[in-house]
């Protein structure tokens, strides 16, 4: 059964750039679209982008384009999410979250991660 363990992230100064990897386990993600999320304080869960990762098919936010970088590693293992130019609105808690490429629905979670951003 597929399971998805979250890095990085931590507490980093506004205009850094950052780095989160989710690692699959127990199977690889091929024929998974894996995707990420946040969720700010007091705020609903917001989609970041997601990428189909045997494929390297990428869908973005609309809103959170150019500053948000998703991408795999070769071997299918590891999805990541780079953070550009962060701002302290983009500190939340980041989820990564995987369907099978058929499914609508995300119903495999990382335990997520925080992500702070200080100005």
């Known amino acids: 059964q597929l399971q998805l363990v979250q890095s990085g992230g931590g507490l980093v100064q506004a205009g850094a750039s950052l780095r989160l990897s989710c690692g699959s386990s127990?199977?690889?993600?091929?024929?998974?679209?894996v995707g990420w999320f946040r969720q700010a304080p007091g705020k609903e869960r917001e989609f970041v982008g997601a990428?189909?990762?045997?494929?390297?098919?990428?869908e973005s936010s609309d809103t959170l384009k150019g500053r948000f970088t998703i991408s795999r590693d070769k071997a299918g293992n590891t999805v990541y999410l780079r953070v550009d130019d962060l701002k302290p609105e983009d500190t939340a808690v980041y989820y990564c979250?995987?369907?099978?490429?058929?499914?609508?629905?995300?119903?495999?979670w990382g335990q997520g991660t925080q992500v702070t951003v200080s100005s």
């Open positions: 990428i189909r990762a045997n494929v390297a098919h990428i």
């Open positions: 127990g199977r690889t993600f091929t024929n998974y679209v």
């Open positions: 979250a995987a369907r099978f490429f058929s499914q609508s629905e995300y119903t495999i």
